[in-house]
């Protein structure tokens, strides 16, 4: 297996931080589709400007700090997730639903009275 850095050359981070523009492009449309909250899109764009930072940030020619840097990615994939939750349950279906436990839990207390 060849690395990235050596298929793309100079082109490397510029090639990097295309794709991670169209990776945002396309979550932001899969965020739209599947009606995730206001929240979910500001945390989206902050976990790509984290990948973009990193990317930027890594030295192509010390190996040491490439293999970091991709061991690091795994956190932009965790904002990614944090991104997905919060914005999925602070829909108005979310609200809705616990709502509708706080009145159950209500109902329960004064059954119990």
């Not at 100079?10 to 965020?31: E, I, P, Q, W």
């Not at 929240?39 to 890594?58: G, I, R, T």
């Not at 970091?68 to 944090?82: C, I, Q, S």
Request: charge should be negative; include cysteine; charged fraction near 20%.
């Amino acid at each position: 297996m060849k690395s990235t850095a050596l298929t793309w050359g100079d082109r490397t981070k510029s090639v990097a931080n295309y794709l991670n523009m169209f990776c945002f492009a396309n979550l932001t449309a899969a965020g739209y589709f599947a009606a995730l909250s206001a929240y979910y899109y500001p945390l989206l764009a902050l976990s790509h400007y984290y990948m973009y930072k990193l990317v930027d940030n890594v030295d192509l020619d010390d190996p040491e700090a490439c293999k970091n840097t991709f061991m690091t990615f795994r956190y932009f994939g965790y904002f990614v997730l944090l991104s997905i939750i919060v914005g999925k349950t602070t829909t108005k279906e979310a609200e809705d639903l616990l709502d509708l436990l706080d009145e159950v839990g209500e109902d329960l207390v004064d059954e119990g009275d």
